[in-house]
């Protein structure tokens, strides 16, 4: 069973500081690496993909991929209220087949 | 570029009654995957097409649960009699690229309750 681990949190942070988001996964054959968005009640939204080791960075957000610790990371500089929200990491095996966390939820407090 | 369109976007209906969802991926999208969310999860694949060729479907529920993409665009998931643990937001998504490094997209959702 393919597993990807996230905590649900609730994650609190306050306005312009930086919010820290990190995912685990079990296989280590996965090939690519991606965070969603997700609004209350809305549908996940992409923001980030990875592919391999290291930072890559868009705007406010860095994700950050270390497949020997099998530990993926999403950064959020600045966070805005309108970051809050809960995140979906997902990882992609070679078989195409896309897993999701649980998510974790943000809370950015003006 | 238009997004994923799914219909409806809300459906109650009674235990035993059959339910349909439609989906219309992104042009030129060729894989389409089907998911379900249940409140405080992330979605988990129900079936995947490659064109009109269903090449994952090891989670949907075959008892119950059937889902077609004629001519290789739009599809439909159905479910035929509906039971009260199948009230979930069902997911279309859609990508581009066959192989592990493509991007999904997902439609706006159909929120199911069963009564």
């Known amino acids: 069973q393919k597993e990807v681990e996230q905590n649900s949190g609730p994650l609190s942070v306050p306005e312009g500081a930086i919010a820290s988001l990190n995912c685990t996964y079990s296989d280590r054959g996965s090939q690519s690496f991606f965070w969603y968005r997700q609004y209350s009640g809305k549908s996940p939204e992409l923001i980030m993909s990875?592919?391999?080791?290291g930072d890559k960075e868009d705007g406010r957000f860095t994700a950050q991929l270390n497949k020997a610790s099998q530990y993926v990371s999403l950064l959020i500089r600045d966070s805005q209220p309108s970051d809050s929200a809960t995140y979906l990491c997902a990882v992609n095996d070679a078989g195409n087949m896309l897993t999701f966390g649980g998510g974790t939820r943000l809370m950015v407090k003006p | 570029e238009a997004g994923v369109v799914q219909s409806p976007r809300y459906k109650i209906i009674e235990k035993k009654q059959p339910v349909a969802f439609w989906c219309n991926p992104i042009s030129g999208h060729n894989t389409l995957y089907w998911y379900l969310q249940n409140l405080g999860q992330g979605p988990e694949l129900l079936i995947r097409y490659e064109n009109e060729e269903a090449v994952d479907d090891s989670q949907l529920p075959k008892d119950r649960f059937s889902a077609e993409r004629l001519k290789g665009v739009d599809s439909t998931l159905k479910i035929q009699p509906a039971e009260l643990g199948d009230s979930a937001v069902y997911l279309c998504?859609?990508?581009?690229?066959?192989?592990?490094?493509?991007?999904?997209?997902f439609g706006p959702g159909t929120r199911l309750t069963v009564l």
């Open positions: 998504a859609s990508s581009s690229v066959a192989g592990s490094y493509n991007e999904q997209f």
């Open positions: 990875i592919y391999s080791n």
